[in-house]
């Protein structure tokens, strides 16, 4: 019953905006889902850890991505492995963010529904606060048939 | 600042079993993240237009990975594209379901943390009751360094 698909990856930070923006026709009959996801590493240690500063943010990255929240929750985590986690609950889609304190680690999923709102904005609004050394970031294609 | 990493994807469904199961050696200082996500299609139209049947899928899928609920949320939305979404907030990590009836179609996420927890449980243990014709399913590797 269960096909694997391997997703074409793109070359550049160039090739993956491009991708996002330009290979979705829309489709009357067609569910469009773009979702875009990272890992930023060595993140700033005192935003990762402020659970209201990333509740915030998360609405402020659903703003920056035209998506309209339905309902945001956080949750702060103690322990050697602590950490942060922050949810916006869009209509049909949502914005995650992990933190981990100590590890100066977090990761980033932007997913939209539709061919208005655009996940990009978001991933880097929340990449531009939390000044992580490095990210990695991904597409994965959520559409319909 | 953003570097663009190629996911290495599997061939098959036991490259992909192996590949969570096994490519993970838990070291002390890390945080594992594993992350399976896919899109069904040709789903059951009764289940997934069911907001409740629903709630109670991320909940037992979380337990069939060993993943500890903290809050689950459904909500069910109108109109064409209308559907339901289902997360279940787990510590550090989560399940999304978002479905759309008129299409048959649902896209399903199982962010797992640690090194006790099985994403693939919960993924096939969704697919198994949401009845899809066919599946597309990936594997992202969201761990720290």
Redesign the interface.
């Known amino acids: 019953?269960?096909?694997?698909?391997?997703?074409k990856?793109?070359?550049?930070?160039e090739?993956?905006e491009t991708k996002v923006k330009t290979s979705y026709v829309q489709k009357e009959?067609?569910?469009i889902?773009k979702?875009i996801?990272g890992?930023l590493?060595g993140c700033d240690a005192s935003f990762i850890s402020n659970e209201s500063a990333l509740k915030n943010l998360v609405i402020e990255a659903a703003k920056a991505a035209k998506m309209t929240v339905?309902?945001t929750?956080a949750?702060k985590?103690g322990g050697v492995?602590g950490?942060v986690?922050a949810?916006a609950?869009i209509?049909?889609?949502?914005i995650?963010i992990?933190t981990?304190n100590e590890?100066r680690?977090a990761?980033v999923?932007v997913?939209t529904?539709g061919d208005k709102s655009d996940p990009m904005l978001a991933f880097d609004y929340i990449?531009s606060r939390l000044k992580?050394?490095?990210?990695?970031?991904?597409f994965?294609d959520?559409?319909?048939?």
């Open positions: 019953m269960c096909r694997i698909v391997k997703e990856f793109p070359n550049s930070e090739d993956l009959k067609q569910i889902g979702h996801y890992n590493y339905w309902d929750k949750w985590f492995k950490g986690s949810l609950l209509l049909e889609s949502h995650a992990h981990w590890f680690y990761t999923d997913f529904c990449v992580p050394k490095h990210v990695t970031k991904h994965a959520r559409s319909s048939e």
